[in-house]
């Protein structure tokens, strides 16, 4: 709809485009939450300051679907572990030492939330999500018709001494009441899986059921290209200008408003950009990771993501090459990257398997936004007619991206939604 606007004598015009629902952040989350809006018959914008998806979180990561990970990535309670940490010579957790105001309030609420019955209610709560996380891809999977995009491969967690490996199995026990299947595996299974690996390893364990995209900013491309191609709109704009308006909600597009009736929040590590300015005091903390391809050396293949446990780093094979990750970072968000982890890790890597130069000028970072309890919120603002809230996926953006899409879509359309919704509710923080 256009409007001509009178005002220095020339003429001119504003474009509203209007829609049912505004979905703000096009990482997978936000792609996955449009796209399941719009197959129940919503007409839907999705906003990103990006003119792509996902360029930012969604782009770096181990590219796995964690069906099997039942239990959240909480808080050590191990004492020598937390020294390590608290030294801050770790290859899997560094922190900044000036940003540690600015992040020590979330993180004693999160070692609170660590207990061992905090451990279990987050892990009971996220169950039916995780449970779901490789079917609702396989489907968005197949609709956007890039089956070469998923790998059924599993992936491998090295254990280095007897103690990690004992710790390693007792996890996989308390996974197994959950119907987690995993195979152990010896020296000599460990190298029939990746003969290319070096190393003495005291035995490993092999998650055959999760599944691996390598490539995960283009699955994220390929779900906003599937959601284009059935009506969908894309628009580059600036989320945070999102104000309640007559007419629902409002969003500063390039050429004029974006109205929608309702609008989710699916902004990830921003999220808290547009909740706090509207009253919501939700503890969003930030753990920023980094990542780094390398090309491998001769004839060598990986053929697994391999989680070097002990070390804190893992490798994953994907499309542009061996993707080493790194652990958690605690720093300001947006302070600038450094990449300590990686520097500490490659040599490392380089040991366990034949890499060759790097693909990457530089190591690429990005934010995982995580609450306390590491549960996303997922549900309605409720002091705010029309608004809705999508973000915190922790570790998880990735593989919950589509069932967390979907219980949001059921939610907000009527329907019964497929999962307990109560304990994503932004109520739970107060």
Same mark, same amino acid.
Not at 97 to 105: A, E, K, Q, V
Not at 345 to 362: H, N, Q, S, V
């Given at each position: 709809?256009?409007?001509?606007?009178?005002?220095?004598?020339?003429?001119?015009?504003?474009?509203?485009?209007?829609?049912?629902?505004?979905?703000?952040?096009?990482?997978?989350?936000?792609?996955?939450?449009?796209?399941?809006?719009?197959?129940?018959?919503?007409?839907?914008?999705?906003?990103?300051?990006?003119?792509?998806?996902?360029?930012?979180?969604?782009?770096?990561?181990?590219?796995?679907?964690?069906?099997?990970?039942?239990?959240?990535?909480?808080?050590?309670?191990?004492?020598?572990?937390?020294?390590?940490?608290? %030294?801050?010579?770790?290859?899997?957790?560094?922190?900044?030492?000036?940003?540690?105001?600015?992040?020590?309030?979330?993180?004693?609420?999160?070692?609170?939330?660590?207990?061992?019955?905090?451990?279990?209610?987050?892990?009971?709560?996220?169950?039916?999500?995780?449970?779901?996380?490789?079917?609702?891809?396989?489907? %968005?999977?197949?609709?956007?018709?890039?089956?070469?995009?998923?790998?059924?491969?599993?992936?491998?967690?090295?254990?280095?001494?007897?103690?990690?490996?004992?710790?390693?199995?007792?996890?996989?026990?308390?996974?197994?009441?959950?119907?987690?299947?995993?195979?152990?595996?010896?020296?000599?299974?460990?190298?029939?899986?990746?003969?290319?690996?070096?190393?003495?390893?005291?035995?490993?364990?092999?998650?055959?059921? +999760?599944?691996?995209?390598?490539?995960?900013?283009?699955?994220?491309?390929?779900?906003?290209?599937?959601?284009?191609?059935?009506?969908?709109?894309?628009?580059?704009?600036?989320?945070?200008?999102?104000?309640?308006?007559d007419a629902g909600w409002r969003v500063?597009?390039?050429?004029?408003?974006?109205?929608?009736?309702?609008?989710?929040?699916?902004?990830?590590?921003w999220s808290d950009d547009l909740f706090?300015?509207?009253?919501?005091?939700?503890?969003?903390?930030?753990k920023r990771g980094y990542h780094l391809?390398?090309?491998?050396?001769?004839?060598?293949?990986?053929?697994?993501?391999?989680?070097?446990?002990?070390?804190?780093?893992?490798?994953?094979? @994907?499309?542009?090459?061996?993707?080493?990750?790194?652990?958690?970072?605690?720093?300001?968000?947006?302070?600038?990257?450094?990449?300590?982890?990686?520097?500490?890790?490659?040599?490392?890597?380089?040991?366990?398997?034949?890499?060759?130069?790097?693909?990457?000028?530089?190591?690429?970072?990005?934010?995982?936004?995580?609450?306390?309890? @590491?549960?996303?919120?997922?549900?309605?603002?409720?002091?705010?007619?029309? %608004?809705?809230?999508?973000?915190?996926?922790?570790?998880?953006?990735?593989?919950?991206?589509?069932?967390?899409?979907?219980?949001?879509?059921?939610? @907000?359309?009527?329907?019964?939604?497929?999962?307990? +919704?109560?304990?994503?509710?932004?109520?739970?923080?107060?």
């Amino acid at each position: 709809m256009t409007f001509g606007e009178a005002g220095d004598g020339s003429e001119s015009s504003v474009t509203l485009v209007k829609a049912d629902v505004l979905v703000l952040g096009a990482g997978i989350v936000g792609v996955s939450a449009a796209l399941h809006l719009q197959k129940r018959g919503r007409d839907v914008v999705l906003i990103d300051r990006h003119d792509k998806a996902g360029e930012e979180t969604s782009y770096g990561n181990a590219g796995l679907i964690e069906c099997a990970s039942v239990f959240p990535y909480m808080f050590p309670h191990d004492p020598g572990q937390i020294l390590r940490y608290a %030294l801050n010579r770790s290859a899997d957790v560094h922190y900044h030492l000036l940003g540690l105001p600015s992040f020590l309030p979330w993180l004693i609420r999160y070692v609170r939330a660590s207990s061992p019955e905090g451990a279990l209610r987050s892990a009971k709560a996220a169950l039916p999500l995780i449970q779901r996380s490789l079917a609702e891809h396989e489907a %968005l999977i197949a609709e956007a018709g890039v089956s070469q995009l998923l790998r059924r491969t599993g992936w491998i967690k090295l254990f280095r001494s007897d103690a990690t490996l004992g710790k390693g199995l007792a996890d996989l026990e308390r996974a197994r009441q959950f119907d987690v299947a995993a195979d152990v595996l010896d020296a000599k299974a460990i190298a029939e899986h990746e003969p290319n690996l070096s190393g003495t390893f005291a035995g490993a364990i092999y998650w055959p059921s +999760p599944g691996f995209i390598p490539d995960p900013g283009a699955l994220a491309k390929a779900y906003a290209a599937l959601f284009l191609r059935r009506g969908g709109r894309f628009i580059a704009a600036d989320a945070r200008t999102l104000a309640q308006s007559d007419a629902g909600w409002r969003v500063d597009g390039p050429n004029g408003g974006l109205i929608g009736r309702e609008a989710v929040i699916a902004l990830g590590p921003w999220s808290d950009d547009l909740f706090r300015p509207l009253g919501y005091d939700m503890p969003l903390g930030i753990k920023r990771g980094y990542h780094l391809h390398l090309a491998p050396r001769g004839n060598a293949v990986l053929h697994h993501p391999i989680l070097d446990s002990d070390r804190g780093y893992l490798l994953a094979p @994907m499309n542009r090459g061996i993707r080493l990750t790194t652990g958690a970072e605690f720093a300001r968000r947006d302070a600038p990257p450094t990449p300590v982890q990686v520097e500490r890790t490659l040599p490392l890597a380089r040991e366990l398997f034949p890499l060759g130069e790097a693909i990457d000028e530089k190591p690429w970072m990005g934010r995982r936004p995580c609450m306390p309890d @590491m549960l996303p919120v997922i549900g309605k603002a409720v002091r705010h007619a029309g %608004l809705w809230f999508d973000f915190g996926h922790q570790h998880h953006g990735l593989t919950l991206g589509p069932a967390s899409g979907r219980l949001l879509a059921e939610m @907000m359309t009527g329907e019964a939604p497929f999962a307990d +919704p109560s304990p994503f509710a932004a109520e739970r923080f107060g």
